[in-house]
């Protein structure tokens, strides 16, 4: 299957003609696509009977949430909150899997982070048990918090100056909720899949 995210892609299309396709926009409008599967992160309301009038009849729209909205809570997280210092530095690193995603080299990046910059603190959001390789090597210094799982987690990014993330498998949404706290983000380059 080939699943398009984002602008209208032709490749997508032209894979459609040997293999089931999906297109799923960036933005709450039909895409202008010819994948067999049309995802809408809303509703299809009466407003859309001309666009889905040019689909052809073998399409399929599929209303779908989409999860790169907007928190729009009033809750606000404030840095002694959370533990941290008012005139520090904070790295962020934001995740349900954490544990699993944070390897001993990046784990080692964090404690040279650590040695460099004296100002530096680490604000981790997500379930790390306290038993945790993450705990027991970084817990020591002083400078990492461990807030666990957060409701309105993006509220809490907010305090952060930077945004980082692990190679994972995931992040997408709290990547989202860091840019759009204005908070900078840092990922680390995937090597192309079958490449080291």
Same mark, same amino acid.
């Given at each position: ?30 895409? $202008? @696509? ?7 992160? !809303? ?6 009977? #001309?666009? &889905? /009038?040019? =689909? ?30 008012? $005139? @520090? ?7 349900? !899997? ?6 001993? #080299?990046? &784990? /080692?990046? =964090? ?50 100056? &930077? ?34």
């Amino acid at each position: 299957m080939v699943y398009n995210i984002g602008a209208s892609s032709l490749i997508a299309d032209a894979c459609s003609q040997f293999v089931p396709t999906a297109s799923l926009p960036c933005s709450f409008e039909i895409p $202008n @696509t010819r994948t067999r599967f049309v995802l809408v992160g !809303r509703s299809i309301g009466p407003d859309d009977v #001309e666009r &889905l /009038n040019r =689909l052809d009849s073998d399409q399929v729209v599929i209303e779908t949430d989409i999860n790169y909205v907007a928190d729009d809570s009033e809750h606000a997280y404030s840095r002694s909150e959370l533990g941290l210092g008012d $005139n @520090t530095f904070v790295v962020c690193l934001v995740g349900n !899997r954490l544990e699993l995603e944070v390897s001993a #080299e990046f &784990l /080692n990046l =964090l404690q040279e982070l650590l040695r460099a910059n004296a100002n530096a603190e680490l604000l981790f959001i997500g379930p790390i048990a306290p038993g945790s390789f993450i705990r027991t090597e970084l817990e020591s210094t002083g400078r990492a918090h461990f807030a666990g799982a957060l409701d309105h987690a993006d509220k809490a990014i907010k305090q952060a100056d &930077l945004y980082l993330n692990p190679m994972r498998s995931g992040g997408g949404r709290s990547v989202f909720e860091a840019l759009s706290a204005a908070v900078p983000v840092i990922t680390l380059p995937v090597p192309p899949l079958g490449f080291e």
